[in-house]
């Protein structure tokens, strides 16, 4: 048939494995007998940004450009610190994350994805206020604005993606004369700068391509706009809802003969256009699952994704039937309906024998009980040897029988939607779901071996902090329960605050949930969430303080490490689900190691390791401190270091002795947090900056003491210490604060073994004779004092 039509998955969407929605709907139109393509952009992209040749060019652009503020540097001194190292390693790094074995070697696994994540602030740090990782990211210009998005896409110095795209697109794909549609997915905000960029380069090369955008977040967009919208200047046609068969009437429309009197779209389901500044639209479609076509995965650059597998998605029911007050998924997904068990499995078996791979994930909004038994059954029943995870929710009728047969089926992981343990709290949300039926289900689960996935949701209107802080503790109770009891050691929790979706039942009866919604700024014309005030309960700052707290943010206590920037700082749940398929253990944070100091001999000779990357930042060390500051990085033993002093070339630290070092040191005024020479040159040592002639790695005997400059907070009961070296944050309650206050004070008698093993692994403690003790107190990076 006629006209060729591209699909296109832009930035930023999941990096570990494929989306579902380019691949079906390629099936889809090729089953129809339609020339189509695939292109996945946000993986081409992502790939092209961690590659050797384009950091280079990226720390060469850091290097020239001015920041805009003082936190903007910090990002752009950061990245030049890491680039060394993120650009000889990045190639390593991608292969060892896409290797099966490198989740049995934790070592290897840190030591790529530590890699990775430079090479993430590397891209950071060489655009302005921007924050770049593979989950979301931030950049000089909002979503949520109009204007701002209309900026981006022409600024490649600001906008990540513009400059990527000017360097890495296939533009041949496009400039094909055959190409008569161009169908973009968009699904997340997180998308829409990069797809709306994509889509303004096309046209100033392509006017005469037509081009559609659907997707989840495209649907719940336009949904509010009457009028033409400026985003029309580069898409002729939104298809809203589902897209199998919209997108082939699109082709023959354009294909066809002129329609007379009207307009090809007023025949497409779930279609919206512009009519002269007027946005006309038809009534949405449910698809025929039964009429399924196969995903065609082959057509994607599967080698590319940052994960083993891969790992593919698949679906066997569509939407939800649930009508759940935080959640705005049934207003953009049309009505639930579910596929026939054999055909779901009949395709899982063609998709292992064409792609090779055991891994796929059920991305199925909710799988019903009655999903779960059938799918379960079929993959039995048929021999289909794989691993599979996907989501439900609890029920009278998860047992320990279907646990079972879930696991034999396959399964290695299964969320669940516990949101909050109060069931007052569950009835407010109209979650439909009992706490004993969660109890019941969690056992059975756990007794058959199938590891879990807890999603929380903190400050859910009318929910008071002791309610938040129940669920808090039942979530870490289910986690420790599946290792401690169950021998499950890969089931995981995590939660975050409340976002008041504008489609979801609080959204729009928000006097039904005691809300009082906030109007957003002017500008913020795209945002699809709101600020709110509530009657009662946690307030909007208390539920993300809640959430921040159990996540175990420590604040912002350091320049160089801190949890909310490290773009890798949590397991990605392809990552857990592979781990729990093979039997490779969760990767626990690597022990700090601590090398011997002084030298035995103290006329042995120190130089600088050669891995150590170190530069001069315009900022003082402390706040009581003036003048700029010298920062240095170790890469393999994953160290930052901040130290004030004068002008300091640490390469002259060649060939140095002990005695020689310290007198360097006391010349250039130069110490960590008001340490004194001596204490300051161990430091160095200790963590690996500095190294003798001859390597010494065992960790040196003697007396424990604490480590200088540790950074505390206390948050809600919680002792949050952080190492401002190391980056590595540990959160202590009850006896365990006490045992830290023990050795902090030097009086270590009465302390608790096991407390104080753990302070040492993660290099809180050390074993040498005392440092001098700081001259001043010492000041976290916000100015608190610790």
Same mark, same amino acid.
């Given at each position: 048939?006629?006209?060729?039509?591209?699909?296109?998955?832009?930035?930023?969407?999941?990096?570990?494995?494929?989306?579902?929605?380019?691949?079906?709907?390629?099936?889809?139109?090729?089953?129809?007998?339609?020339?189509?393509?695939?292109?996945?952009?946000?993986?081409?992209?992502?790939?092209?940004?961690?590659?050797?040749?384009?950091?280079?060019?990226?720390?060469?652009?850091?290097?020239?450009?001015?920041?805009?503020?003082?936190?903007?540097?910090?990002?752009?001194?950061?990245?030049?610190?890491?680039?060394?190292?993120?650009?000889?390693?990045?190639?390593?790094?991608?292969?060892?994350?896409?290797?099966?074995?490198?989740?049995?070697?934790?070592?290897?696994?840190?030591?790529?994805?530590?890699?990775?994540?430079?090479?993430?602030?590397?891209?950071?740090?060489?655009?302005?206020?921007?924050?770049?990782?593979?989950?979301?990211?931030?950049?000089?210009?909002?979503?949520?604005?109009?204007?701002?998005?209309?900026?981006?896409?022409?600024?490649?110095?600001?906008?990540?993606?513009?400059?990527?795209?000017?360097?890495?697109?296939?533009?041949?794909?496009?400039?094909?004369?055959?190409?008569?549609?161009?169908?973009?997915?968009?699904?997340?905000?997180?998308?829409?700068?990069?797809?709306?960029?994509?889509?303004?380069?096309?046209?100033?090369?392509?006017?005469?391509?037509?081009?559609?955008?659907?997707?989840?977040?495209?649907?719940?967009?336009?949904?509010?706009?009457?009028?033409?919208?400026?985003?029309?200047?580069?898409?002729?046609?939104?298809?809203?809802?589902?897209?199998?068969?919209?997108?082939?009437?699109?082709?023959?429309?354009?294909?066809?003969?002129?329609?007379?009197?009207?307009?090809?779209?007023?025949?497409?389901?779930?279609?919206?256009?512009?009519?002269?500044?007027?946005?006309?639209?038809?009534?949405?479609?449910?698809?025929?699952?039964?009429?399924?076509?196969?995903?065609?995965?082959?057509?994607?650059?599967?080698?590319?994704?940052?994960?083993?597998?891969?790992?593919?998605?698949?679906?066997?029911?569509?939407?939800?039937?649930?009508?759940?007050?935080?959640? %705005?998924?049934?207003?953009?997904?049309?009505?639930?309906?579910?596929?026939?068990?054999?055909?779901?499995?009949?395709?899982?078996?063609?998709?292992?024998?064409?792609?090779? %791979?055991?891994?796929?994930?059920?991305?199925?909004?909710?799988? %019903?009980?009655?999903?779960?038994?059938?799918?379960?059954?079929?993959?039995?029943?048929?021999?289909?040897?794989?691993?599979?995870?996907?989501?439900?929710?609890?029920?009278?009728?998860?047992?320990?029988?279907?646990?079972?047969?879930?696991?034999?089926?396959?399964?290695?992981?299964?969320?669940?939607?516990?949101?909050?343990?109060?069931?007052?709290?569950?009835?407010?949300?109209?979650?439909?779901?009992?706490?004993?039926?969660?109890?019941?289900?969690?056992?059975?689960?756990?007794?058959?071996?199938?590891?879990?996935?807890?999603?929380?949701?903190?400050?859910?209107?009318?929910?008071?902090?002791?309610?938040?802080?129940?669920?808090?503790?039942?979530?870490?109770?289910?986690?420790?329960?599946?290792?401690?009891?169950?021998?499950?050691?890969?089931?995981?929790?995590?939660?975050?605050?409340?976002?008041?979706?504008?489609?979801?039942?609080?959204?729009?009866?928000?006097?039904?949930?005691?809300?009082?919604?906030?109007?957003?700024?002017?500008?913020?014309?795209?945002?699809?969430?709101?600020?709110?005030?509530?009657?009662?309960?946690?307030?909007?700052?208390?539920?993300?303080?809640?959430?921040?707290?159990?996540?175990?943010?420590?604040?912002?206590?350091?320049?160089?490490?801190?949890?909310?920037?490290?773009?890798?700082?949590?397991?990605?749940?392809?990552?857990?689900?592979?781990?729990?398929?093979?039997?490779?253990?969760?990767?626990?944070?690597?022990?700090?190691?601590?090398?011997?100091?002084?030298?035995?001999?103290?006329?042995?000779?120190?130089?600088?390791?050669?891995?150590?990357?170190?530069?001069?930042?315009?900022?003082?060390?402390?706040?009581?401190?003036?003048?700029?500051?010298?920062?240095?990085?170790?890469?393999?033993?994953?160290?930052?270091?901040?130290?004030?002093?004068?002008?300091?070339?640490?390469?002259?630290?060649?060939?140095?002795?002990?005695?020689?070092?310290?007198?360097?040191?006391?010349?250039?005024?130069?110490?960590?947090?008001?340490?004194?020479?001596?204490?300051?040159?161990?430091?160095?040592?200790?963590?690996?900056?500095?190294?003798?002639?001859?390597?010494?790695?065992?960790?040196?005997?003697?007396?424990?003491?604490?480590?200088?400059?540790?950074?505390?907070?206390?948050?809600?009961?919680?002792?949050?210490?952080?190492?401002?070296?190391?980056?590595?944050?540990?959160?202590?309650?009850?006896?365990?604060?006490?045992?830290?206050?023990?050795?902090?004070?030097?009086?270590?008698?009465?302390?608790?073994?096991?407390?104080?093993?753990?302070?040492?692994?993660?290099?809180?403690?050390?074993?040498?004779?005392?440092?001098?003790?700081?001259?001043?107190?010492?000041?976290?990076?916000?100015?608190?004092?610790?």
């Amino acid at each position: 048939m006629g006209k060729k039509t591209v699909l296109v998955n832009p930035p930023l969407w999941n990096a570990y494995a494929p989306h579902l929605a380019v691949p079906l709907l390629l099936g889809d139109l090729r089953a129809r007998g339609y020339e189509a393509a695939a292109y996945d952009l946000s993986i081409e992209c992502i790939d092209w940004l961690l590659s050797k040749a384009a950091l280079t060019e990226l720390r060469d652009k850091a290097h020239r450009r001015r920041a805009v503020g003082l936190r903007d540097e910090w990002a752009r001194q950061r990245a030049l610190l890491v680039a060394p190292a993120a650009i000889a390693g990045v190639e390593e790094a991608k292969a060892r994350l896409k290797s099966l074995a490198t989740l049995g070697e934790p070592e290897v696994f840190h030591s790529a994805r530590r890699t990775l994540r430079d090479a993430l602030w590397l891209i950071s740090g060489a655009f302005p206020d921007c924050e770049f990782d593979l989950v979301s990211n931030t950049s000089a210009y909002s979503a949520e604005s109009t204007a701002q998005v209309l900026a981006a896409t022409d600024d490649p110095d600001g906008n990540p993606y513009r400059w990527a795209f000017d360097r890495m697109l296939d533009r041949d794909l496009f400039l094909d004369p055959s190409v008569g549609v161009v169908g973009m997915s968009m699904s997340a905000d997180t998308q829409l700068i990069a797809g709306v960029t994509f889509l303004r380069m096309l046209r100033d090369v392509r006017p005469d391509v037509h081009v559609v955008v659907g997707g989840n977040y495209a649907t719940r967009l336009v949904d509010r706009w009457q009028r033409r919208h400026p985003l029309f200047d580069y898409v002729d046609t939104v298809v809203t809802g589902e897209g199998e068969g919209a997108l082939a009437a699109i082709v023959d429309g354009l294909d066809g003969p002129p329609s007379h009197g009207g307009d090809f779209r007023e025949k497409i389901p779930g279609a919206v256009w512009d009519d002269h500044g007027v946005l006309l639209r038809t009534p949405r479609q449910s698809a025929d699952l039964s009429a399924s076509a196969m995903p065609a995965y082959a057509e994607l650059p599967l080698h590319k994704y940052l994960a083993p597998g891969p790992v593919l998605p698949v679906f066997a029911s569509r939407s939800c039937p649930w009508d759940c007050a935080f959640c %705005s998924i049934p207003f953009a997904s049309n009505s639930f309906r579910q596929r026939p068990p054999d055909a779901v499995v009949e395709e899982i078996h063609r998709l292992r024998a064409e792609v090779d %791979s055991p891994f796929f994930m059920f991305v199925d909004e909710i799988m %019903s009980l009655r999903t779960l038994r059938g799918v379960a059954e079929e993959l039995v029943r048929t021999a289909a040897g794989i691993h599979w995870y996907g989501e439900t929710r609890f029920a009278r009728g998860l047992d320990r029988e279907l646990a079972e047969l879930l696991h034999a089926s396959g399964c290695r992981r299964m969320n669940f939607g516990l949101e909050s343990a109060s069931q007052r709290v569950l009835d407010l949300m109209r979650k439909g779901t009992r706490i004993d039926d969660a109890c019941s289900n969690i056992e059975a689960m756990l007794t058959a071996g199938v590891p879990l996935h807890l999603f929380v949701i903190h400050g859910f209107p009318g929910e008071t902090e002791e309610e938040a802080a129940r669920t808090v503790a039942f979530a870490e109770a289910v986690r420790r329960l599946s290792v401690e009891t169950y021998g499950v050691v890969h089931t995981t929790w995590g939660g975050s605050p409340f976002v008041l979706d504008v489609h979801s039942p609080v959204g729009t009866q928000p006097d039904a949930f005691g809300v009082r919604i906030e109007p957003p700024a002017p500008e913020d014309d795209l945002s699809l969430s709101r600020n709110y005030t509530t009657g009662s309960g946690m307030s909007q700052q208390d539920g993300l303080r809640v959430a921040e707290t159990a996540a175990g943010s420590a604040g912002d206590t350091n320049v160089w490490f801190r949890a909310a920037r490290d773009p890798l700082a949590r397991e990605i749940e392809e990552f857990t689900f592979l781990r729990a398929s093979v039997g490779a253990p969760l990767p626990e944070t690597p022990p700090v190691p601590l090398f011997d100091w002084p030298p035995p001999d103290p006329s042995a000779r120190l130089a600088l390791d050669p891995e150590v990357t170190c530069s001069q930042v315009p900022w003082p060390a402390t706040e009581t401190d003036t003048g700029p500051a010298s920062a240095l990085y170790h890469p393999r033993h994953d160290r930052f270091l901040q130290l004030n002093g004068k002008d300091a070339n640490w390469r002259e630290l060649d060939g140095i002795t002990w005695r020689e070092l310290e007198t360097w040191l006391a010349d250039r005024e130069c110490h960590y947090l008001g340490a004194d020479p001596a204490a300051t040159a161990t430091l160095l040592v200790r963590h690996g900056f500095l190294v003798p002639s001859r390597r010494q790695a065992e960790e040196v005997a003697g007396r424990l003491r604490a480590e200088i400059g540790i950074a505390v907070e206390n948050r809600d009961g919680v002792h949050c210490l952080t190492n401002p070296v190391t980056g590595v944050t540990v959160r202590l309650r009850g006896a365990a604060v006490d045992t830290w206050h023990r050795w902090s004070s030097g009086e270590e008698v009465g302390s608790d073994p096991e407390v104080t093993a753990a302070l040492a692994r993660f290099g809180f403690l050390y074993r040498g004779p005392a440092d001098a003790r700081p001259s001043r107190p010492v000041y976290a990076q916000q100015g608190q004092v610790v």
